[in-house]
């Protein structure tokens, strides 16, 4: 089992910064990649960025780069997710996800989520 705790989440105007946190515990040894998704009210969860465990790959949704950049502090167990330049329509629960063992289809470990509001 693997477990995944967002943080860094929270209201900021648009054009400032956030970085997100998610900190992954248990058989972490088993992770192969991690990503972020994100949902906006009413709307479907959206694809933000995935890492290797290892950090050497990661890839940024083609609508996000510039912006956002994923990274991972092995050290820690932790991937983060910068974002620069935030519009309002950034605003979403942002949710962290690992796939593990590296034979998984997808991602199977999922976070709680953290709020992102961005204001105008």
């Known amino acids: 089992q693997v477990q995944l705790v967002e943080s860094g989440g929270g209201l900021v105007q648009a054009g400032g910064s956030l970085r997100l946190a998610c900190a992954a515990s248990?058989?972490?040894?088993?992770?192969?990649?991690m990503g972020w998704f994100r949902q906006a009210p009413g709307k479907e969860r959206e694809f933000v960025a995935t890492t290797s465990w290892s950090g050497g790959n990661t890839y940024v949704a083609d609508s996000l780069k510039g912006r956002f950049t994923i990274s991972t502090d092995s050290a820690k167990d932790t991937v983060y997710l910068q974002m620069n330049s935030l519009k309002p329509e950034d605003t979403a629960v942002y949710y962290c996800?690992?796939?593990?063992?590296?034979?998984?289809?997808?991602?199977?470990?999922w976070g709680q989520g953290t709020q992102v509001t961005v204001s105008s």
């Open positions: 248990g058989r972490t040894f088993s992770i192969h990649a």
């Open positions: 996800a690992a796939r593990a063992p590296p034979d998984s289809k997808g991602y199977n470990y």
